[in-house]
């Protein structure tokens, strides 16, 4: 099965260790995500990393 996640998810999952998280991770290869969402990550990168505590890679 193939999941189309958006950025709101995909940022979401990334700030906080949540199940939703768990799943991205799991499911990676069968997740879709439109192309703009990659450049929405990096505009938020270092909020991500702050409230994440997660290294940048």
């Given at each position: 099965?193939?999941?189309?996640?958006?950025?709101?998810?995909?940022?979401?999952?990334?700030?906080?260790?949540?199940?939703?998280?768990?799943?991205?991770?799991?499911?990676?290869?069968?997740?879709?995500?439109?192309?703009?969402?990659?450049?929405?990550?990096?505009?938020?990168?270092?909020?991500i990393?702050?409230?994440?505590?997660?290294?940048?890679?």
């Amino acid at each position: 099965m193939k999941l189309v996640i958006d950025a709101n998810v995909v940022i979401s999952a990334l700030i906080a260790d949540s199940k939703t998280r768990e799943l991205i991770v799991t499911l990676e290869p069968d997740l879709l995500t439109p192309a703009f969402v990659h450049d929405e990550v990096e505009n938020y990168e270092d909020l991500i990393v702050e409230k994440s505590g997660l290294e940048p890679d």
